[in-house]
């Protein structure tokens, strides 16, 4: 037999519905102002896409220029991260490193100094788990609630508004949290618990990085065995090889418009940034005694690359590394 309101009230029960009219209750509406923090290459479309929806916006960023796509789509400019909490309820971050994320919140001028009470704190960066629960716990006793949600599907994603959002925190503040990210993202995903959203997304990112090593060494190879790439792409593409490094991001020049291989590996995700993120999922697999060599080795390669001029490049110019490798 079903068990009636009255019973769940009793328990202190809430279904998911219920859950998600308690998040609404405080979600800001596109009346209210949402503050934004780090224009790059992710992050400017992610902030152009809550304008097309609506949104009023307040952005920063430590580059003044990085700000002039958002100001001249409508957004509001704010002079610091805290100037940013004082107009805004909601803030998303999208920043590069942990580092940055703490000097972004709990800096001198940072959020945490002028954070509102109530305040919904969303970090799209990718970062240490222990650092996300530092700055939740310093948020939690302000008043406010700090989620991890970084992102994948990189800068294509992000300008279309097809996002997926890995999410961890409260599940009361996923559903306040949930209709905004998905003026980003296609798929908005609750993780779990505060700091799974960061244990998804470096599971993830080792995962691409061996994928894209390994599409660049088979496209090598057939290239050197005289095979077409546009047409060993082809062949890959509807065939067991298939994965999203051959068919959306392949990192072979003028085998695919519109990705970083055909812009000179220009934009995008930079090999410092993956870099930076093997270093994450291998601490992860050392502290959890998870057998990664495949990861390891990835590492390795990212690592070199960035010291033989690759850092600043499109994470899937290893095509071109691989290339210059006697």
């Known amino acids: 037999m079903a068990l009636s309101r009255s019973v769940f009230r009793l328990l202190g029960w809430r279904s998911t519905a219920s859950l998600a009219a308690l998040g609404s209750r ?20 992610m902030a152009q896409n809550l304008l097309k929806k609506g949104h009023k916006l307040i952005v920063y960023d430590v580059i003044p220029t990085s700000l002039e796509k958002a ?9 610091s991260p805290a100037h940013v909490a004082q107009q805004a309820r909601t803030i998303v971050t999208m920043l590069p490193a942990g580092t940055h994320v703490l000097e ?11 954070v509102q009470k109530n305040a919904l704190l969303l970090d799209s960066s990718t970062i240490e788990a222990a650092t996300a629960k530092q700055v939740a716990a310093s948020a939690e006793k302000l008043g406010a609630s700090y989620m991890d949600a970084p992102v994948s599907g990189g800068v294509g994603a992000a300008t279309k508004g097809v996002l997926t959002f890995m999410v961890g925190g409260e599940e009361h503040s996923f559903h306040r949290a949930k209709p905004l990210l998905e003026c980003m993202g296609k798929n908005v995903v609750h993780c779990g618990p505060l ?49 999203w490094s051959s068919d959306t991001y392949n990192p072979c020049p003028g085998v695919m418009e519109g990705v970083p291989a055909s812009n000179q590996y ?6 410092s940034l993956m ?3 093997l270093g994450l999922a291998l601490d992860a697999a050392n502290t959890t005694k998870s057998a990664t060599p495949l990861g ?12 033989h001029g690759y850092a600043g490049k499109d994470f899937s110019s290893v095509f071109k590394y691989l290339e210059k490798i006697d």
């Open 195 to 243: 700091g799974t959203g960061q244990a998804a997304k470096i599971c993830n990112n080792m995962l691409l990085a061996i994928s894209m090593i390994g599409t660049s060494e088979a496209l090598q190879l057939g290239i050197n065995l005289g095979l077409d790439p546009v047409r060993l792409s082809a062949i890959i593409n509807t065939a067991s090889g298939r994965c």
């Open 296 to 307: 390891s080795l990835a590492n390795q390669i990212y690592r070199l690359m960035c010291q």
């Open 275 to 277: 870099a930076k993120d």
């Open 26 to 45: 405080h979600y800001s509406s596109a009346d209210e102002v949402v503050g934004f923090i780090g224009l790059g290459n992710m992050g400017t479309p």
């Open 104 to 114: 972004c919140y709990e800096g001198r001028n940072g959020i945490l100094s002028s």
């Open 71 to 79: 100001i001249s789509a409508g957004a509001e400019k704010a002079d």
């Open 266 to 271: 220009q934009g995008g995700f930079g090999t």
